[in-house]
């Protein structure tokens, strides 16, 4: 099988490294990809990722049978519906399908429909409205930006003064602001491959959003993640699939708009149970790389049974023994504006994922982008997944590189827990 990843993150480099190890394999593609990719996937160039056209064009110029679309935009943008009116299997969902990511408050009306518990949310779409939109809510304030924000248009405060300004930042770009309820308890990352109603769910994971060590500082695309979660009470997946996911792939498909890919539910374990924070269209980033590194059955067969109709058919995915743990290494400046063209050494070694990185013309590994690697470590426990990531990163150097000390420490340590009524 041939597979074209689009996308140039780490994610996608997870998925090029899962692909790779897999016997049904046998030519991998990454557009654009990065200075990384490049070790395991042909790099056949690609302008624009988000061009239906381009992307259709270079999948026919490559022979692919099955084309993986990483990032959310160009799934919003209608990359895979390009692909489907061409007869090339897609892992991906329709423009209609993705704006269960690409807008927030229809998130919330497919939700409704479905009877999937969530938090209380108001859409304002005016400055005049917002000030008693507010009132109508209790720190800590939850202020969505309603449209794409690469993991960063969330800010959760009990500073009233920061929520009105950042609604008025995302109102100002002319976006609708989502106001939300807080919702108590850990939060928990479930990947779910989805074919209309059938839904196979992956190893569930937990990511640290925030930039600082004990969750502090502004929220991030995402500083690490680890995977399985020790703390989680058993049923957790059977439970969140049947009150969650199904659902909502049911409502998607009645309203003639099916679900065809990776849906990304992420929960808050609250005390009234399983609650939806967000969705997202595709892999989440750095979970990703947790997850798939515990994965070893064919990712390209369950990737290519969700596109081409027959995921009830799959048998359920198989996983190693033990923890991972991924750990984003950032540039200066993250998540603001940041420095780029630093050089990077130890960025090839073993557990190293690209992501920020191209490659010089004088062959030096240089950073082009906010988070530029994630390192993965493994171990038959979190504490020793936990010291594998962070040995492996005690041989990288980035001038001005920043990273959490404390991926997984928490549950490592049995201090998360569960809200209870």
Request: glycine share 12%; with cysteine.
């Amino acid at each position: 099988m041939r597979v074209l990843v689009i996308g140039s993150g780490a994610r996608e480099h997870a998925l090029l490294l899962a692909l790779a190890a897999d016997p049904a394999v046998t030519a991998l593609a990454a557009a654009p990809g990065n200075a990384g990719t490049a070790a395991v996937a042909e790099h056949p160039g690609l302008a624009d990722p988000s061009s239906g056209t381009a992307v259709v064009d270079l999948a026919r110029r490559w022979r692919a049978d099955l084309v993986v679309v990483g990032p959310e935009a160009p799934l919003v943008a209608g990359v895979g519906d390009a692909l489907r009116e061409a007869g090339i299997p897609c892992f991906g969902p329709s423009a209609q399908a993705a704006r269960i990511e690409g807008s927030k408050a229809f998130a919330k009306d497919v939700m409704a429909a479905a009877q999937v518990p969530t938090a209380r949310a108001e859409v304002v779409d005016t400055p005049a409205r917002l000030d008693a939109a507010l009132a109508r809510f209790e720190p800590p304030w939850v202020v969505k930006d309603d449209g794409l924000a690469a993991g960063k248009g969330v800010l959760v405060t009990v500073d009233y003064d920061d929520a009105r300004a950042h609604a008025m930042t995302v109102l100002e770009a002319g976006h609708p602001v989502l106001l939300e309820s807080y919702l108590d308890g850990p939060e928990v990352s479930l990947f779910c491959c989805v074919d209309g109603t059938d839904v196979v769910p992956l190893v569930p994971a937990q990511d640290s959003k925030r930039l600082g060590d004990g969750d502090v500082g502004p929220n991030t695309g995402g500083m690490g993640a680890y995977a399985p979660l020790p703390w989680a009470p058993s049923g957790l997946v059977d439970d969140v699939v049947a009150t969650v996911v199904r659902p909502v792939a049911e409502e998607m498909a009645r309203r003639g708009t099916p679900f065809s890919g990776l849906l990304y539910a992420g929960l808050a374990l609250t005390s009234s149970g399983p609650q939806v924070v967000e969705f997202n269209c595709r892999f989440g980033d750095p979970e990703t790389q947790a997850v798939l590194a515990l994965l070893r059955s064919s990712l390209s067969s369950l990737l290519l049974a969700t596109a081409t109709g027959r995921l009830g058919a799959e048998p359920a995915p198989t996983w190693a023994d033990g923890y991972a743990v991924t750990v984003v290494i950032a540039a200066e400046g993250y998540p603001g504006a940041v420095r780029t063209g630093e050089v990077i050494t130890g960025s090839d070694g073993d557990g190293v994922l690209h992501a920020g990185t191209r490659r010089r013309d004088d062959g030096a590994v240089v950073s082009s982008g906010g988070r530029v690697l994630s390192v993965v470590g493994t171990g038959s426990t979190l504490e020793e997944a936990r010291s594998d990531a962070y040995r492996r990163i005690d041989g990288i150097r980035l001038p001005g590189a920043h990273w959490r000390t404390d991926i997984g420490l928490a549950a490592a340590e049995g201090r998360v827990g569960l809200a209870l009524g």
